[in-house]
C-alpha cells in the first residue's frame, strides 16, 4: 500500500533555469492546500548532506514567480553521487520527517532522484533546464526564456551587423544539445545554423554560402552557433580571412540563464510544480513529470533517462529554406 | 488528379497578431525555394476585391520576421460575405493566375476559405488571433506575444498595487475566449481570474476573498478580468465601496495586439507558413493548419469550424490553489 | 551651530514611483558607510503617526535596487496635514532618536518635510514622481522609467494601427503635467501630441490634420493625449464621427507606475540618495535635492516649493515638425 | 555673409549607435518643412567618395524611430583620411549641389567635417556614440540605449550568480573611457567596477574585497569591467584560483550596439538633429551639437576637439559606499 505523505521537501539541482521559482512556489502552495508541510533544501543535494533545510509557508514563496535563478540555490555535489552520501541524505531526510521529495532539474539530478527513492523516499523529478536535452518531454523548465534571451540579443547584434554589412556569429547554449540554437537560427532568421547533432558542418560550405548570399545582396550573414560546437572567435576570424568580410564572434553566456520567466515557463513551471505534488499525494514515487503530445505526463524515471530525442528534420529544413 | 499550383497568393484577414509576418515571410520564402510564384493581397479580402496585389519576391519579407503587425495589412469585408462577393474573389483570383491561396487569421477568415475552394482556388487557413479561441488547435499565432505582453504590464501593476496596499483589476483581451486572462491569471500569480467560460462570477464572493486575504497579510491582490466579462471600471467601484480598499481599473488594449513576436510566435509561424505551402503543392485544399498533440498538422475546414475547445480543468484549479 | 546627526529615518510618500528602491538603499547604505544608523517608517507619514519604524542594515536593501516599487510603501495620510498631526511626527521622530529625516516624494510630500523642519527635525527631499512635475529639477526618480514604458506600449498601439490603418489616441499619466505626453510624441513619433500646458487644442483642427494626413498616405494615426486633457474615450467617437476613419483609444493606467527603473533611475536615483545623506551630515535641513543644468544641487524647500516649470518650446515646436 | 542653404547631405559615420536613426529622420524632416532638399549619403565617407547618394523624402524615414542601427549604413574610410580624399569629397558634394552636411558620429568623424567645413562645405556634428566620450558633451546618441542594454542583461547574470553562489566578471563595452562601466556598476550595484581612468586597479584588492564580501554573506559578486581594461577570461581564472569561488567571464559584445533605442535616445537625438538643420539654416558651418549644462548647445569643431572629459567622482565614490 502507498506510503501516506505528510511533508515534503523541495530541491533545485543542477544549473539554474528561469521558471524554478514558479515550480517552487507552486510545490509550496498545492502542498499546503493539500494540507502536507513544506521543507525547503537549499543548495540542492549539497545542501541536503549539510542539513540545510527550512519550513516553507504559503508567504515565504510570495513575489517569486517573476523572479529569475532559484530562492533554494543550487551547487554541485559529489559526494551524493557516492552510496554513502545517497545513504546519508535518505536518513537526513527521515531525521527531517520528510516523506517525498520533489527535484528540479536535469537528468544528473534524476539519477539521484533515483537513489533516494530506492532508499524509501518518495520521488518526483521535473524538469529544469535551458537547455531541452530531457528526452521524455517536450519541455523543460527555462528553456523558453532562455531562447527569448537569445533571440533578443541576436536581434540587437543584426541591427549592428547591417549597418556595417558584417558577418556575425552569435554563440549560444545548450551544452551538448542544439535546441536553443535551432530555435534562435529560425527565430533570429539566421543565415546559416550550426548544431551539434548535424554533421554537416563543413567550413567551406559556409564560406561559400557568406559569399553567395553576399552577391545576392544580403547586407549582413548571421550565424548562430551552438555551444556544442563552440570555437565561434576562432571561426570569425578564419571566415573573415576567407572571405574578406569583417567577422565578429559573440558569446553570448551566462545571461541566457537569468532574467524574469516567461508567460509559458511561469505557467509550465506552476502546472509541474502543483502536478508533482499530487503525484506524491497519490504515493507515486521514482517518476519524472513531462509535457508530451499535448500534455502533462509522467514517466518512471528509469524509463525515462533511457529514452532518446533527436532535432525535429522539418524544423531544421525550414530553417535552411527560409534564410534565402 | 490534384491541380499544378504555380502561383500562390497569401493575405492576412481579422484582426493582426504578432508573428503574421513570420507566417507571412515563411510563405514567400518555402514557396519561392519550392519554385512558385507568390502574390501578395493587400488588407484582406477587401484588398482582394479591389485587386490589391503585388508580386512578392525573397527581399520583400527580409527583416519583417521580427516585426509586429502585418505588412499586408488586413481589414474587415462584408462584401466578401456575400456569394456574389466571393464570386468576386475566385475570379480574381484567376485573373491573376492565383492557384492556391494562403488565408491567416480567425474562423471567419476560415469561412471565407472554405468559399474560396469550393469555386476552385486551393485554399490553406493558418490560425492567426491572439485570443487562442480556435478549436482545433492548441496554437494560434500571436497568442504567446500577447500573454507576454499582458504578463509584463501587469507585473508592473502588481508593483505599485503592493506599495500603495491596492485592489487592481486588470482587463486582458480575448474576446468571448478566457485563454489570455487565464495565462495571465496563472503567470502572474493573480488573487482572483474571472472567465467568460466559468459561470461561477460571483461578486459577493470576490469581495470576501479579498477581505480575507487582506487579513492574511496579502498586500495587493490582483485581479486579472477576460475581456468577455468586462465592466472593469464599475467592478473596480463597486469592490472599492464594499470592501473599504483602494482599488483601480486598467484596460490593457490594444497594446497586446502589436509587439515585436516571441520566440514562439516566430518559430511556429514561420513553420505554419512553410508548412501550408507544402500542402498546396501536395494538391491539399480546404485545409486549415493546427498545432495539435505536439505535432503539426491540418485538418478541412469544414471539420475544424464544427470542433469545441473548453478551458482546461486541471490549470484552472491549479490557478486557485496557487493564489493563497 | 549645526546638530550632529547620528540616526537618521527615510520614508516614501504620495504616488510611489520606479527608482524610488534604488534612493533608499543608497540613503540606507551611505548612511552606514558614514557611520548613522538608518530607520525605515513604513507607509510614508501614516506610517510615521503609526510608529511603522523598523531598524535596517545594509543587506536589508540588497536586489531591490532592480524592482519597481518602493519597500517601504506608500499612502495618504490626512492626519498629517494638521499642525497637531506634524506635532506628532516630530516627537515620534525624537522618540525613535530620529535626529534627521529622508522624505522621498513630491511637491506634497515636501510641505511635510518643510513642517517637520520647523519643528527641530533635520530634513530633506527628493523628488520622486514619474510626473516631472517639480519645478527646481529637470529629473525627478521614476519619470525616465515611466516614458519608457508608456513609449514600449505605444511602439506596440502603432503595429496594429498600421495593420487595421486605425487612429489611436494614448492617454499617457502626468496629472496636470504633460512631459510624459511631450516625450513620448517626440519619442514615438506621434502624428499629435495634446498637453494641457498648451492651449491649443481645437478638435476640428484634429480632425482636419487627421484627414489631411491619411490623405497623404500615413497608415496611422497615433494621438499622444496627457491625463490632464483625458476624456479619450469620448475624443475617439466624436473623431471616428467626424473622420470616418476607425478610430480607437487606450488609457495606459497605472502600470506607468510600476517595473525595474531604467539605467538613469537607478543611477540618479542612488546619486540623491547619497547626497541626501551627505547633506545631512553637513548639518542642511529643509532642502530639496534637484538636478539642474547638468548638475546634483539642493534648495531650500520654501525656495523650490515656488518654482515654476514650463513645457519647452522648441521641443514641442520640433514635435509638431518631425510629425509631418 | 553666410552662404545660402539649399541641399543639405546626412551620413552616419563609425561605429553605429542605437539612435541614430531618430536623428536622420529629424533631419530629413526638419529640413523638408524648412524648405530644404535632402540627400542621404550612403555607408559614411566612403559612400561619399563612391557617390552613393539618394534623395529623401519625409516618408523615406517613416517607422525608423524606432529601429536600432542606421537606415544609411557605416564604413570606415582610409581614403578620406587623405587631403586628396577630402577634395574629392567636397567635389562630390558640390557635384551634387549638397550646401551642407550633418556627420553623426564620434571624434574621429568630426575631423572628416572639419576637413569639408575648409573646403567650403558648411558642416555640423551630432555626437553619436555609444561610449561618451565625446568631451564637449554630456549626452551621445546610443549611451542611454547602450547602458540600458547592458544592465539588463547583468541584471540576467546575477540571477544565476546568485543561485551558484558564483563570482561574475561581466565586460561593457566603452572603447577607451569607463563611462558604461561606470553606469552598469551602479545601477547593476555591482561589487566592483574597473575603470580604464581609475589607476588603482589591483587585482590582489579586488580578490580580498571577494573574500571579505563572501564572509559577510553576500551570495554574489559582480565585477563590471571595461573593454579599456578587458582581459576578463583570464582575470576570471585568476580570481577563481585565489578566491576558491566559481568565477565565470561574460564578454557582451555587439548585441550593445543595437536595439530599439531608449526614450531619452529617441527624444534627445531628435532634437539635436532638428538643431543641426536649423544651425545650417543660419550660415553656421564647423560646428558640432552638444547636450550640456541643461541645455542643447553648439561648439566650434576645434574647440570641441580640444576638450577633456573625466569620470565624475563623487559618482565613482558613491558606487563604491553602495555597493557594501
Redesign the interface.
Known amino acids: 500500500m502507498a506510503k501516506e505523505i505528510k511533508t515534503i521537501g523541495v530541491l533545485?539541482s543542477g544549473?539554474?533555469a528561469?521558471g524554478m521559482n514558479a515550480a517552487i512556489?507552486?510545490v509550496v502552495?498545492?502542498a499546503?492546500?493539500k494540507g502536507l508541510k513544506v521543507k525547503g533544501i537549499k543548495?540542492g543535494y549539497a545542501g541536503l548532506l549539510q542539513e540545510e533545510i527550512v519550513d516553507m509557508e504559503?508567504?515565504d514563496v510570495s513575489?517569486i514567480?517573476?523572479?529569475?535563478?532559484?530562492i533554494l540555490?543550487?551547487?554541485r555535489c559529489m559526494e551524493f553521487t557516492t552510496p554513502e552520501g545517497q545513504q546519508k541524505g535518505a536518513e537526513i531526510c527521515k531525521k527531517h520527517g520528510i516523506d517525498g521529495i520533489i527535484v528540479i532539474g536535469g537528468d544528473g539530478s534524476f539519477k539521484g532522484a533515483q537513489k533516494l527513492a530506492a532508499l524509501g523516499i518518495n520521488t518526483i523529478g521535473l524538469p529544469g533546464t535551458i537547455d531541452l536535452d530531457i528526452a521524455c518531454t517536450?519541455y523543460t523548465i527555462g528553456f523558453?526564456t532562455a531562447?527569448?534571451?537569445a533571440?533578443e540579443?541576436?536581434?540587437?547584434?543584426?541591427?549592428?551587423?547591417?549597418?556595417?554589412?558584417r558577418c556575425?556569429i552569435i554563440e549560444v547554449m545548450g551544452r551538448g544539445a542544439g535546441y536553443i540554437a535551432l530555435?534562435?537560427g529560425?527565430?533570429?532568421?539566421a543565415e546559416d545554423i550550426l548544431l551539434p547533432e548535424k554533421y554537416d558542418y563543413d567550413e567551406q560550405k559556409l564560406v561559400n554560402n557568406i559569399i553567395e548570399k553576399r552577391k545576392h545582396?544580403k547586407?549582413h550573414h548571421i550565424i548562430v552557433n551552438a555551444e556544442g560546437i563552440g570555437h565561434s572567435a576562432s571561426m570569425a576570424k578564419r571566415i573573415e580571412a576567407a572571405t574578406g568580410i569583417e567577422t565578429?564572434?559573440?558569446?553570448?553566456?551566462?545571461?541566457?540563464?537569468?532574467?524574469?520567466p516567461?508567460?509559458?515557463d511561469?505557467?509550465y513551471a506552476?502546472?509541474m510544480g502543483?502536478?508533482a505534488v499530487d503525484l506524491l499525494c497519490e504515493g507515486k514515487t521514482n517518476r519524472v513529470v513531462g509535457y508530451?503530445?499535448?500534455?502533462?505526463v509522467d514517466f518512471d524515471i528509469d524509463e525515462a533517462l533511457a529514452m532518446k530525442k533527436e532535432i525535429p528534420e522539418?524544423?531544421y529544413q525550414?530553417a535552411k529554406?527560409?534564410s534565402?
Chains 1, 2, 3, 4 share one sequence.
Not at 65 to 70: D, F, N, S, V
Not at 186 to 189: D, K, L, R
Not at 248 to 260: N, Y
Request: proline share 1%.
Open positions: 533545485t544549473g539554474d528561469p512556489r507552486a502552495r498545492e499546503i492546500v543548495r504559503a508567504k513575489d514567480i517573476e523572479r529569475g535563478g532559484t540555490q543550487t551547487a517536450e523558453d531562447v527569448n534571451t533571440m540579443a541576436i536581434d540587437k547584434v543584426r541591427d549592428t551587423s547591417t549597418s556595417h554589412e556575425s530555435w534562435c529560425i527565430a533570429n532568421g545582396g547586407k565578429r564572434a559573440t558569446i553570448l553566456g551566462h545571461m541566457q540563464r537569468g532574467g524574469s516567461t508567460a509559458k511561469r505557467v506552476s502546472t502543483a502536478l508530451r503530445h499535448g500534455a502533462f522539418y524544423e525550414i529554406n527560409l534565402i
